[in-house]
């Protein structure tokens, strides 16, 4: 596979992970409101650094067990539950409106980038979905773990990461006018596209079971 064709992948499924509203995004939109453009900025290139390095943690371990096909089997089938899962939830469970996060009084420029490395730090859901994701991207053939295809794919992460933050950062204040109806639409885009990755992955291991 191409390198750019890499880079979109990675960048497509960042978006997917970052796009429903949480602690990162919605952050980065209200500093954004309170304080200016630039510190919102400022805040979401300091998570991005941080999903750099996890996604480059989560594509190396995956390389480590992608050696082991037994283990590739096992990951794909806990990549289908959690894929089935996360359908379930953007489908029937999700909530219609963000919940308010606490916005601790920081200031400076400096301090909203150690913010997003902060805040982004202790979000670790990025490792384990970004492993899971490679292994199964690998396990369709779309991925390789050379190591330039690893860092095409850790730079589409951290663009598509950043791209996210950035809608949130300049159209927060028409995400906040939309209706319920509108974050029920985004939660089942949302939910649309996670159950046809598990759809995908399942066919694969049924593949792998009946060749």
């Not at 453009?37 to 941080?50: K, P």
């Not at 950035?166 to 639409?185: A, H, V």
Request: proline share 3%.
């Amino acid at each position: 596979m191409s390198i750019t064709f890499i880079f979109f992948l990675g960048l497509f499924f960042a978006l997917i992970g970052v796009v429903p509203p949480g602690l990162l995004n919605m952050t980065a939109a209200k500093i954004s409101l309170k304080e200016g453009h630039v510190r919102g900025i400022m805040f979401s290139i300091g998570a991005c650094v941080v999903v750099v390095i996890q996604t480059y943690i989560a594509a190396i371990f995956a390389r480590y067990l992608s050696r082991n096909h037994d283990v590739i089997e096992v990951l794909q089938r806990v990549a289908f539950v959690i894929f089935v899962l996360i359908t379930i939830y953007f489908l029937f469970i999700a909530k219609s409106e963000p919940k308010e996060q606490v916005e601790p009084k920081i200031r400076s420029k400096g301090s909203r980038f150690f913010q997003g490395l902060f805040l982004s730090g202790i979000n670790v859901f990025p490792i384990p979905y970004q492993a899971y994701m490679t292994i199964t991207l690998a396990s369709f053939g779309w991925l390789d773990f050379s190591q330039t295809s690893i860092i095409a794919y850790v730079a589409g992460a951290a663009m598509g990461t950043f791209v996210t933050l950035y809608m949130y950062i300049f159209f927060f204040n028409k995400m906040k006018s939309k209706t319920l109806t509108s974050q029920k639409n985004m939660n089942r885009i949302i939910g649309s596209i996670t159950g046809i990755i598990a759809i995908v992955t399942l066919v694969n291991i049924i593949r792998d079971l009946y060749p």
